[in-house]
């Protein structure tokens, strides 16, 4: 007498989807309800982690649509990105300093969906190099800032507690061309909210890859976001000012759990660098400086790093 593969074990049908490609596994759990259910948990966990949108209205339809399905449970990684289809098809009705309102009905829907991804714990925002600093702000669609701004209008709605909170605007790993935020249309206000603080409270990963223009506005607010992260364990810093010259003060923080440092840019004084080094000595294992002056100098200092790499 011969078994059915969906009589099996759920660990043994586990095992065995391991070793498929994803076009075979799905057309295995297409077979039947048993199959689909008894490797579900393979398939969520491992296909279905990540949730983005563009914010234009047939891609927050999709992720309506998917945060009431039963797969939201494996949501980890919420993915806010820019294109050129972001913003298409809502109307962005938008202040005196030309920022989107905080109070459209979109931001409520989407405060809705990632509050039933209760799982997830790492919020990303991702812009391409295209420059919209010479574009004058639309109602039909938005650009690289709008999406940061209305990310920390999220975060402070939902409270979600983050984990992994990464800014990626004009490419990871670049020197960002021209392209630039507009601090004016960020929102940066919701920074000081209750909510935004609790979110980053146990944050453990920071990534911030960006430019933005002093001229404009002189608040550099990349660096209020790590004051409020005091467990992080992994930093990266490439926050490159338009104002060429000016340094960032880094104000005396302790991060004590910090392992990992990337500094890129000229963005900060040797004499600063060296107090917040001091503020990890004791868990920092891993440094990187690119185009750093100080970067000549701090051998022998960090001979005092017991466990740097």
């Given at each position: ?205 920071l990534s911030l890859w960006l430019l933005i223009d002093t001229d404009e506005n002189p608040y550099i607010w990349p660096w209020d976001l790590i004051p ?82």
């Amino acid at each position: 007498m011969s078994l059915h593969i969906a009589t099996l074990p759920p660990e043994i049908i586990e095992g065995v989807v391991q070793h498929l490609q994803l076009a075979d596994l799905c057309m295995l759990r297409l077979t039947c309800k048993a199959l689909a259910e008894k490797s579900s948990y393979y398939f969520g966990h491992t296909y279905c982690t990540q949730a983005s949108t563009n914010l234009s209205l047939a891609s927050i339809q999709r992720l309506d649509d998917r945060s009431r399905s039963p797969g939201a449970k494996y949501v980890t990684d919420f993915w806010l990105r820019w294109d050129e289809e972001a913003g298409r098809g809502l109307i962005w009705d938008r202040g005196a300093s030309k920022a989107i309102l905080p109070d459209l009905p979109v931001i409520q829907q989407m405060r809705d969906i990632i509050l039933r991804f209760t799982n997830c714990r790492s919020f990303r925002i991702d812009t391409s190099d295209e420059n919209d600093y010479t574009v004058s702000p639309r109602t039909d669609s938005i650009g690289c800032s709008d999406v940061v701004g209305f990310g920390f209008i999220l975060i402070a709605e939902t409270g979600l507690p983050l984990e992994r909170f990464s800014v990626y605007c004009g490419g990871h790993g670049n020197c960002h061309g021209h392209f630039r935020l507009k601090t004016g249309m960020i929102h940066t206000e919701q920074i000081r909210r209750p909510t935004f603080k609790i979110a980053l409270s146990n944050l453990k990963e920071l990534s911030l890859w960006l430019l933005i223009d002093t001229d404009e506005n002189p608040y550099i607010w990349p660096w209020d976001l790590i004051p409020l992260s005091a467990h992080l364990e992994k930093l990266e810093w490439n926050v490159t000012l338009r104002t060429y010259g000016k340094f960032f003060y880094f104000n005396p923080i302790r991060l004590s759990y910090l392992q990992e440092l990337v500094i890129e840019g000229l963005c900060i004084s040797t004499t600063n660098l060296t107090k917040f080094l001091l503020g990890c000595r004791d868990s920092l294992r891993s440094l990187r400086l690119f185009q750093h002056p100080a970067g000549s100098r701090l051998p022998k200092y960090l001979t005092i790093f017991a466990i740097l790499r």
